[in-house]
Every structure is written in structure tokens, then in C-alpha cells.
């Protein structure tokens, strides 16, 4: 069901490393025999001196197969080479190295491994392999989910710095794995109907896309950015990640509720449509950077992003109250995308690609009908995220559930549901298969809250919002996933896929691994095309709800 990317740094490393005279390529045999198996590989650095280290490899073996002929091909950083090996036969150079078994033979055993070790030299930088295949795929196994579905999640912009949640971080909690597109959020469209990067308080964050050095414990390969590269910070990051990962599809996502407000100028004109478009193929398609700090230039983010995803919050109905809403915004809206859709195409036919265009719908059938003509809309998107959150929230003063998917029967006002926005889209010709559900990682919370007659507070009125770690009303799931252990009770209402903790007096309404389970296998029902998270930084450290949708995924 996900496009597949074409051509990636990875797979041009790759190239590299077998072109190499002394690289052996692993026999049809051996192929077959690793394609039977499920091979990946680790790397240690077990001692370091001066400008010496010690680095040990270790090829597992997750088959009931053994694996007799495998071939691991690997760079290094610079300044970093090998200069001896041990139990294994190494070939090539720092810019890449092929190392197959020795000449005894070194046999992995099914649902085992093997390992070898070397000695280095090291200039005081990262010595983790670089674009590591094992008999062809990437070592981390990142060839992506075991499902078809679409698994997509929003990466914030302002993670790293606010959330402490790192681009690497997705590898680490091994979400990376579990997910076939990443939303890069978010990107700005200026007065001037352009889209725009700067570092103008409340316009942009460039330093943290693309001019802040990531050093090396943040870094997705181990090695700190360069002060004097071109391309540093977060979109570097992703780079990276696309190398582990080469099926991993990411793209800017435009507009958010801050950023909504020059949609509707910008869609006003066929000029005006076409200057905003081009605009924003030349900054994040073609990756034509403002320079910065010494940073970006032409060409400086090329390979970054995959397509464009539209989250204009809302056309023709009131979002941000900054917003301009006009009624023509409806129709300005099908032409703004097909004129994406045109350019895009352009573009894609002189790469030899597709660049993938989708969009943040919204919930509400009242929405639609005010902005959107989903029939012309449609076939220009590859697939659209359908908003499942947010139903019900602290600018209420009453708690309710904020992403139930069917109405609940004690609700005094049961009036949204993703059961009843899904039908609002199929009522309006919709193909479910391109709707993806959105599920949020995080829970909105009242306080003075009453018992209620249930004793769980759920329905009942409130003084006001409760206070969360960043702000009031709102807190990411895992630090709501501990307020257990602090006098709060959960309760469930399963048929709705709901979740919600209550001490008495705080309420919080919240998804955790069940409830994100249920939603899934239910948008799987529906036979809608996957789900979508917001935001991916709401996750614990070990990727528990991103694990539990992609167990679900997988049934």
C-alpha cells in the first residue's frame, strides 16, 4: 500500500561498496539463504585509547535457518578505519568495507549469531558503521513494518529542544522500524504567500531544521554533525535515518494550527497558487536552503523529504482565530492541490519518482461540506489523515472523552465519534483504504473535578484545565502513564476504545497500549488504510504505544 522511494544515499553507498575490486558479492545461494532468514547486525566499541579503539560485530540470525555465506558492507566516519580483523575476511577501505566469513567458514546458527572482532584507528569522532547492509538489507533489519497498512507519525519540530525527543530516539525505542512515513512538523507559509524558513520568533525555527550541530549522543549514526556542513540539525538527522531506514517516507507537512493563517491568500489566484507551490518545491523537494550560520545553500536538503502534507487548519471554517477564512476557500482549496499534484509530477518525471502529496483532514461533517470537495480532492492525494482526537477537551467544562470511536451511551451530548466522521467520509464518496485514522500520544485534563454517580468523574463539570508538565490541560502519555502509581484509578470504556485516570478530583482522558490496540483494529475493520500518531514525542523511551499499534497492524 506505501510508495516505494526510489534511488537513497544508502543505496548509492551500497554501490560503492560492490563496485570495490576486492568486494565479493554473497552467491545465489547464499541470497536465497538469507532471504530465508532474518539477519541483522550490531556494533560495539569495547575499548578505546589514544587514537586506537576496539569494535566488535555481531551478525544475528532471527531464522529457523542457519546461514553459512553472508557478507556485511559498511563505511566508517571520517577518520576512522580498521587495521586488523579478526574471524572474519575483511576487503576494501574506510569509504567501504566488505567483510564476508573466513576462509575456515563461520556458520550462523538459526535463531543465533556470530561474532567477530577488530582493532581501529579513530580520530576522536564516531566509529559506528555507516549505510550497513548484511546480504543486501540494512543491518538494523529497517526494511520497515511486516504489515501493508500505513503507520504514520508527526515528528515536531521543536522535540528535540522542548520534549528531549531526538530523531534518534525513534531508533532507539525502535519505532523507526514500525513506521512507513514520518510528518515533519511543521513547515510555514509566510504573508508574501511563499512557503518560508527563518529564525523569526513565532515564523520558523531554521537553526533547529537545519543550522544547529548535533552532537554526537543525539546523533542517529553516532557522529556529531560538522559545525561547517551545510546541512546540520534536525533535517541532517533525517538524512540519516532515511539511510538505516531506506522505506521510510518523509515529508514536510505544511501549516498546523499556528500556521494556517496565509493559506487562504495564498490559494486566492492561479498566481498565487502556482508562486506558493513553487516555492516550496524549490525549499524542501529540491532543497534550495536560505543560508544560515554557514548553513543550507542550493541543493543543501536534497533527499530529505519524500512529498508535501497539507495540514491547512481550516479551509473555509474558523481554526486559529489569526486565520483568514473565506468562502471560496473551498474551491481555492481543490485547485491549491492540484496545482501540488502538477508541479509535483513535473518534478517527479525529471527524478524518475514519485513524490507523495497528502493532507490533515478534518473531523466534522459540517467541516467538509464547508471546505473541502472531497470527490475532485481525492485522487490527487496518495492517502489523507483523518483527525481522531480532540473530540472533546479542556475548552470544554465538562470531561468527556477526547477520541472515542463510537458514541458513549452515558454522553448527555453524543455527538462525535470516529465512527461518525468515518461514515461522513464514505457518505461523501470517500475510499476508506485512504483513510488513515489519527490515534493521539497524549491526554487532556480538567481538574475540580465531582465523583459524578459513577464515582469516575467522566461527565461531570470541572473548574478548569489541569496542569501539565507543559502547559495547562494537555500531557504526553508517558507521564500520564504513572499517575497509577500516584492515587489515580484507570477505567475503560472498551467498546468506545477509551481510557481515562480520575483521583478524586484530576481527570485525564488518555489512550495508552490497549486503548491505541482497540483504535487500530477497529480503523482495520473499517477498512481504512492505517493510523496515524500525534505526536511520536508522547512515546516512552522503549516505543511502548507505537509496539502496540504495530502488533495490531500485524494481526
Not at 508574501?192 to 520568533?201: R, S
Not at 502556482?274 to 536534497?302: F, H, M, Q, T, W
Not at 505526536?535 to 507505537?546: K, Q, R, T, V, W
Request: glycine residues 12%.
Amino acid at each position: 500500500m506505501r510508495a516505494r522511494r526510489s534511488g537513497t544515499l544508502l543505496a548509492a553507498l551500497a554501490a560503492a561498496v560492490l563496485a570495490a575490486p576486492l568486494a565479493a558479492a554473497p552467491s545465489t545461494a547464499a541470497a536465497e539463504e538469507a532471504d530465508a532468514s532474518d539477519l541483522t547486525v550490531t556494533y560495539v566499541e569495547s575499548a578505546r585509547w589514544n587514537t586506537g579503539y576496539t569494535g566488535e560485530i555481531t551478525v544475528h540470525n532471527a531464522s529457523d535457518t542457519p546461514v553459512s555465506d553472508w557478507t556485511v558492507e559498511f563505511a566508517l566516519p571520517d577518520g576512522s578505519r580498521i587495521h586488523e580483523l579478526w574471524n572474519a575476511s575483511l576487503a576494501g577501505t574506510a569509504e567501504g568495507y566488505t567483510i564476508t566469513p573466513p576462509r575456515w567458514g563461520a556458520t550462523v546458527p538459526a535463531d543465533g549469531e556470530y561474532s567477530f572482532g577488530f582493532n581501529g584507528l579513530h580520530a576522536d569522532g564516531g566509529t559506528d558503521p555507516v549505510g550497513c547492509l548484511v546480504n543486501g538489507s540494512p543491518c538494523s533489519g529497517g526494511e520497515g513494518p511486516s504489515h501493508d497498512s500505513y503507520s504514520v507519525a508527526y515528528f515536531t519540530q521543536w522535540g528535540p529542544r522542548e520534549r528531549d525527543y531526538h530523531v534518534r530516539d525513534l531508533v532507539d525505542s525502535g519505532s523507526a522500524e514500525k513506521l512507513t512515513h514520518v510528518q515533519y512538523a511543521f513547515g510555514n507559509v509566510s504573508a508574501e504567500g511563499e512557503c518560508v524558513m527563518t529564525d523569526e520568533e513565532g515564523q520558523g525555527d531554521a537553526l533547529a531544521d537545519y543550522g544547529h550541530p548535533v552532537p554526537a549522543d543525539q546523533s542517529v549514526d553516532g557522529v556529531a554533525d560538522d559545525p561547517s556542513q551545510p546541512l546540520r540539525g534536525n533535517f541532517n538527522q533525517i538524512l540519516e535515518l532515511k539511510e538505516q531506514y531506506p522505506e521510510l517516507a518523509v515529508s514536510i507537512s505544511l501549516g498546523g494550527w499556528e500556521w494556517s493563517r496565509h493559506f487562504s491568500d495564498a490559494a486566492l489566484t492561479a498566481e498565487s497558487r502556482e508562486k506558493l507551490v513553487s516555492s516550496c518545491i524549490d525549499l524542501y523537494l529540491r532543497g534550495d536552503l536560505p543560508e544560515l550560520n554557514g548553513a543550507g545553500g542550493e541543493g543543501a536538503a536534497a533527499g530529505v523529504f519524500d512529498g508535501i502534507d497539507l495540514d491547512w487548519e481550516w479551509p473555509g471554517s474558523d481554526g486559529n482565530p489569526h486565520n483568514v477564512v473565506r468562502p471560496e476557500d473551498k474551491e481555492n482549496f481543490t485547485a491549491l492541490v492540484q496545482e501540488f499534484r502538477d508541479q509535483m509530477d513535473e518534478l517527479g518525471a525529471e527524478d524518475d519518482r514519485h513524490y507523495e502529496l497528502t493532507a490533515f483532514l478534518p473531523a466534522g461533517g459540517w467541516r467538509l461540506d464547508a471546505g473541502f470537495e472531497l470527490d475532485e480532492l481525492m485522487p490527487n492525494f496518495d492517502f489523507v489523515t483523518v483527525q481522531g482526537y480532540d473530540y472533546h477537551g479542556t475548552w470544554e467544562s465538562v470531561t468527556n472523552h477526547q477520541s472515542n470511536l463510537v458514541t458513549d451511551a452515558r454522553d448527555p451530548e453524543p455527538v462525535i465519534s470516529a465512527e461518525l466522521i468515518h461514515q461522513a467520509y464514505i457518505d461523501r464518496g470517500v475510499d476508506p483504504a485512504k483513510l488513515v485514522l489519527g490515534i493521539p500520544f497524549y491526554g487532556q485534563g480538567w481538574t475540580g473535578v465531582e465523583p459524578g454517580p459513577d464515582g469516575d468523574g467522566l461527565f461531570q463539570p470541572a473548574t478548569g484545565p489541569a496542569q501539565g508538565t507543559h502547559g495547562t490541560g494537555t500531557e504526553d502519555w508517558k507521564v500520564l502513564r504513572g499517575l497509577t502509581d500516584e492515587g489515580y484509578e484507570l477505567y475503560r470504556n472498551d467498546e468506545a476504545g477509551t481510557a481515562w485516570l480520575y483521583d478524586g478530583r484530576t481527570l485525564w482522558t488518555y489512550d495508552d497500549e490497549t486503548a491505541v490496540a482497540q483504535k487500530t483494529d477497529w480503523a482495520q475493520a473499517q477498512g481504512m488504510g492505517g493510523v496515524m500518531i500525534w505526536s511520536i514525542d508522547g512515546d516512552d523511551a522503549e516505543g511502548s504505544l507505537m509496539a502496540a499499534i504495530d502488533a495490531a497492524l500485524a494481526d
